[in-house]
């Protein structure tokens, strides 16, 4: 059974995109990156008829995650992120105030600390976990084995996601990208934001990376 992508949702005032993949036979549902309206989110759902299951991050930068903590309680679904981002987590509130100039809420509860290799399922269909770090130190790819990969803030279409904030480091992620994510073929590649792209593309026309 393969992965479908029900809804691609552009959500919150930095733009993230946020998706709702599953199973097609079950209806079962994973949420990636409810980066905020997650009452769109959740009316997304239901035009579906979807069950969500998991609720996962890709990163814990707030743009990624406000919408975590009432898709968790509204659903029952647990929230997924990488170990490695917990710390940035709880600088949450913090960051909106300095970015939008507005006090955040708290952070959401983190159900499941994911680590590389792990799994999201949703009925047959399975996402893999790979930690793709560098534009955060817990930043992961998720894996649709030889259908897609939703790529977070690592990679985006000719671009790549900043370094310059707490816990950044551009060459791990050059590293990540080259290393991770150019060896899983030429596949398409659903950025945090953004429009889509592929990985053959991205190797001849992106300017971070050519050459490598």
């Not at 799994?119 to 047959?124: E, H, M, N, V, Y």
């Not at 990969?149 to 990208?177: C, H, K, M």
């Given at each position: ?8 949702l552009?959500v ?14 079950t209806?079962d549902?994973?949420v ?6 997650p ?8 035009k579906?008829?979807?069950q969500i299951?998991?609720?996962?991050a890709?990163?814990a ?7 975590a903590a009432?898709l968790?309680?509204?659903t029952g ?27 955040g809420?708290?952070?959401?509860e983190?159900d499941h600390?994911?680590?590389d ?12 976990v ?13 894996y649709?084995a030889?259908?897609?990969v939703?790529?977070?803030d ?5 671009s790549?996601g900043?370094?310059d904030?707490?816990?950044g480091?551009?060459q791990?992620?050059l590293d990540?990208i ?7 073929g030429?596949?398409?590649v659903?950025?945090?934001h ?19």
């Amino acid at each position: 059974m393969s992965l479908q992508i029900y809804e691609h949702l552009v959500v919150g005032a930095l733009q993230c995109n946020c998706y709702l993949v599953g199973d097609p036979q079950t209806l079962d549902a994973i949420v990636i990156d409810p980066g905020d309206d997650p009452l769109d989110i959740l009316a997304a759902a239901a035009k579906h008829s979807l069950q969500i299951k998991a609720i996962v991050a890709t990163h814990a930068h707030f743009d990624h995650v406000l919408g975590a903590a009432l898709l968790r309680a509204r659903t029952g679904a647990p929230f997924h992120l990488h170990e490695g981002d917990i710390t940035l987590l709880h600088w949450m509130g913090r960051s909106m105030e300095y970015f939008l100039g507005i006090e955040g809420p708290e952070a959401p509860e983190v159900d499941h600390k994911l680590g590389d290799g792990d799994q999201l399922s949703a009925g047959s269909v399975a996402l893999e976990v790979l930690h793709t770090p560098g534009h955060s130190p817990g930043s992961i790819s998720l894996y649709s084995a030889d259908e897609m990969v939703f790529s977070g803030d690592t990679l985006f279409a000719e671009s790549i996601g900043r370094t310059d904030l707490p816990g950044g480091d551009q060459q791990q992620e050059l590293d990540s990208i080259t290393q991770r994510l150019f060896p899983l073929g030429d596949l398409p590649v659903y950025p945090g934001h953004g429009p889509s792209t592929t990985i053959g593309h991205e190797k001849l026309y992106n300017p971070f990376l050519t050459g490598r």
